[in-house]
T-cell receptor, first 113, second 109 residues
């Protein structure tokens, strides 16, 4: 089975621009997680979904961030407008109902100039 | 709030020199403790889940153990390919994991 797929792998944009990150979870997994990783703050959970429904978005830093999961095989994380402090690696992970291990994608390295 | 503290921050080993990494946690009602390995430029890779004090899991040169307050990841006779950052995470409720800052291990040949 293919693992978690994320695109793009790298994104460089200018402050104020809209950024959309994409994720395809492992087939059959019911949970999808969005994380952000920085040197200062480590790996932080932003939001997670169960069966396409957002369950906990308490980690979303502010209203500039939004996430959607229109179907079981696709999710997006959008930042609008982007700011330099949003520069980080964003990971998507998925897990199966009843199994708590999360499997991570390769990440998207975002640089906001 | 769940707290996960990993030590040391960095560990430099000679090939074959065994050592241990520590993960101490403060959480109400631990459901599971997870170890991940992360290579530069890649996502965390799942290694082990431990559910109860006294439990041990092994994979090649790695062995994870769990007590009521901490977990250890023992690396026996490490090789250069064991160089990575090792992350510990705890699960207290639901499906959320809280991660520690990680221990970066460098194994020299």
């Amino acid at each position: 089975d293919a693992g978690v797929i994320q695109s793009p792998r790298h994104e460089v944009t200018e402050m104020g621009q809209e950024v959309t990150l994409r994720c395809k979870p492992i087939s059959g997994h019911d949970y999808l997680f969005w994380y952000r990783q920085t040197m200062m703050r480590g790996l932080e959970l932003l939001i997670y979904f169960n069966n396409n429904v957002p369950i906990d978005d308490s980690g979303m830093p502010e209203d500039r961030f939004s996430a959607k999961m229109p179907n079981a095989s696709f999710s997006t994380l959008k930042i609008q407008p982007s700011e330099p402090r949003d520069s980080a690696v964003y990971f998507c992970a998925s897990s199966r109902q009843g199994q708590y291990e999360q499997f991570f994608g390769p990440g998207t390295r975002l640089t906001v100039l | 709030e769940d707290q996960v503290t990993q030590s040391p921050e960095a560990l430099r080993l000679q090939e074959g020199e065994s050592s241990s990494l520590n993960c101490s946690y403060t959480v109400s009602g631990l459901r599971g403790l997870f170890w991940y390995r992360q290579d530069p430029g890649k996502g965390p890779e799942f290694l082990f889940t431990l559910y109860s004090a006294g439990e041990e899991k092994e994979k090649e040169r790695l062995k994870a153990t769990l007590t009521k307050k901490e977990s250890f990841l023992h690396i026996t006779a490490p090789k250069p390919e064991d160089s990575a950052t090792y992350l510990c995470a705890v699960q207290a409720g639901g499906y959320k994991l809280s991660f520690g800052a990680g221990t970066t291990v460098t194994v020299r040949a």
